[in-house]
């Protein structure tokens, strides 16, 4: 990933910038995304499970 400036040094560089932009970014907002859903489902899984088994006692 190359800067979006041609200098070679830091004096001269003004305001804000994103290198990052036109990488995958998407694809690890989106892994980081299904994680989280797996993880509320294996949460909500567990909890329904862990209610059931107090419940019976």
């Given at each position: ?34 994680l989280i859903v797996v993880a509320i489902l ?14 019976s006692k």
């Amino acid at each position: 990933m190359e800067a979006p400036f041609d200098s070679t040094t830091w004096d001269g560089i003004t305001g804000a910038f994103y290198a990052g932009y036109g990488s995958v970014e998407a694809l690890w907002l989106f892994a980081c995304l299904a994680l989280i859903v797996v993880a509320i489902l294996f949460g909500w899984r567990h909890e329904e499970h862990a209610y059931k088994a107090t419940r019976s006692k």
